[in-house]
C-alpha cells in the first residue's frame, strides 16, 4: 500500500455500552462518558497502542471495535 497512511478508529455501540468506565479509567485522553452515558471517543485514536488494543479487547460488554482504514 504504497502512498497510503493507516487511519484508526474506535467504534463504540451504544446500544451495549453500559458506562462501566473501564475505558475511561485506563485511556481518559482517549475514553469519556458522554451525556447520553455511552463511551465516547474524545482523543487520537493510534491502532499501535498496545494498552487501547487491551481496553478494546477487555470491555465488559464488547461494545468497542477497534478499526482500520486507509488514507490515501
Known sequence: MTGRTAIWRVEVDRDR?????ACVH???EVFAIGDDGAA????????????????????PT???????GDSP
Open 17 to 21: 455500552c453500559m458506562a462501566t468506565g
Open 40 to 59: 465516547t471517543v474524545i482523543g487520537p485514536v493510534d491502532g499501535d497502542d498496545d494498552l487501547l488494543r487491551d481496553v478494546v479487547d477487555e470491555c
Open 62 to 68: 464488547a461494545a468497542l471495535r477497534l478499526v482500520r
Open 26 to 28: 485506563a485511556k481518559p
